[in-house]
């Protein structure tokens, strides 16, 4: 029996990724979707056939309708979503719309390498309330060399006049950058290239690793639960936490810019868990998980960066012509990452940083043969980081309650003591 509301204990998804095109225009060194373990793409068609974008938009009004939803953000992604064409991008976006009840808002971005925007795609897209998110490795020729096309060429001239044409005449439309980190660049320079591009927002992301594939830079079976690494003959050493420093210096950057030149994500969520605010990312926190995609197949899976670990890992068994999004939260993986502390290893749960930190990202727990219910790869880094903006916000916080215990009354002071 396919399962009801009311028989449904789950959060519903409000995240609705669809793939629109599998393939993409550029082959990215470190992709982890095509360079990675996963081969399921080889096997789906390149562009979404019709009838699976009519089936998908039918699926996310039937849960929107279920669940009363009032808003829901739809992500045309892929592979590369332009080479699908802005028309398609368009249609889609407008049938979704029609799909879901009255009063459900359906907020709609495409994210895409940049490479492919003219004015006049850019401008369909606008005009159908579709923003545009970009990715890019920093805002410098020298962050992005390893963005290039299939004959290894760079990609860089065309996405950064991608990137102005948004920052310039779509502002509207503009929704922000996606950039991975990289700690052997200098984060104050890549921050600051970025803010040339004149970003609404930024999302700072770790390379996707686990600790059976461990990202560049980190050494993760050196490191043992005391936070030292083994050592030579002087005896174990600090662990290092270089995407932890490189986030710290970013951090204290945007911080004395005051936070008004542009929004980051990552920092402003790490602040509100910390004052025990709702904050939903995938990176931090316990929220329950509420994306899902629609493959170009229709096949309904996880989110990509599950794709990171093993071939396969992202899949349910599930597709929009057979099940609904109800069927999917109940799959097991689904449950897993809206379980909150109890889906996570009793390591995590007897972490006092477990309410921000929320174990890290899910991708980034597993581990051959255990599956993932681990610590993140990242657990010292994150630590660093998370305990960094806690003295930040601490201090600031006491300057302003000591400035508010300050008399301004001339009355009081006597006179005109300032």
């Not at 709609?108 to 850019?122: E, G, I, P």
């Not at 996880?302 to 609904?324: C, N």
Request: aromatic share 6%.
């Amino acid at each position: 029996m396919i399962p009801t509301p009311a028989h449904v204990s789950a959060v519903p998804f409000r995240q609705f990724i669809v793939k629109v095109h599998g393939r993409c225009n550029l082959a990215c060194r470190y992709c982890y979707l095509y360079e990675g373990p996963d081969r399921t793409y080889r096997d789906r068609p390149a562009a979404t056939p019709p009838d699976v974008l009519e089936r998908a938009a039918y699926r996310i009004g039937e849960h929107a309708a279920a669940h009363g939803l009032t808003a829901l953000s739809l992500v045309l992604h892929g592979g590369e979503p332009l080479l699908a064409g802005v028309d398609t991008l368009a249609r889609f976006t407008s049938r979704v719309r029609r799909s879901v009840p009255r009063d459900c808002t359906v907020h709609a971005t495409v994210q895409t390498n940049a490479t492919l925007l003219t004015a006049h795609r850019v401008g369909v897209l606008a005009r159908h309330g579709i923003s545009v998110g970009i990715s890019l490795d920093g805002g410098l020729p020298a962050h992005n060399t390893q963005r290039v096309d299939h004959s290894g060429r760079p990609s860089w001239r065309a996405a950064v006049r991608g990137a102005r044409l948004l920052a310039d005449h779509h502002r509207d439309a503009y929704a922000g950058v996606l950039t991975v980190v990289d700690p052997v660049t200098d984060p104050v320079v890549v921050y600051e290239s970025l803010l040339a591009l004149r970003p609404p927002a930024l999302d700072l992301l770790l390379p996707h690793g686990n600790w059976s594939a461990p990202p560049p830079h980190i050494e993760p079976e050196a490191v043992g639960k005391s936070g030292f690494q083994s050592g030579g003959k002087n005896g174990p050493r600090p662990v290092r936490t270089p995407y932890g420093d490189w986030l710290c210096a970013v951090f204290d950057r945007w911080w004395a810019g005051r936070r008004k030149e542009t929004r980051v994500r990552l920092f402003e969520e790490c602040i509100a868990l910390l004052m025990g605010l709702p904050a939903a990312t995938e990176s931090l926190g316990l929220a329950p998980f509420d994306a899902v995609v629609v493959e170009t197949d229709g096949s309904i899976e996880q989110v990509d960066s599950l794709k990171s670990a093993f071939d396969g890992a992202a899949r349910t068994g599930l597709d929009v012509f057979r099940h609904g999004f109800d069927e999917a939260l109940l799959h097991p993986g689904v449950a897993a990452r809206q379980a909150g502390a109890a889906g996570l290893a009793a390591r995590c749960r007897a972490c006092p940083l477990l309410a921000v930190c929320g174990g890290g990202h899910y991708a980034h727990r597993y581990r051959a043969g255990e599956g993932f219910a681990n610590p993140s790869v990242y657990c010292h880094d994150l630590q660093r980081f998370i305990r960094y903006v806690a003295r930040r916000l601490a201090a600031a916080t006491a300057t302003v309650t000591a400035s508010d215990r300050i008399p301004t009354d001339p009355d009081v002071h006597g006179g005109d003591t300032p």
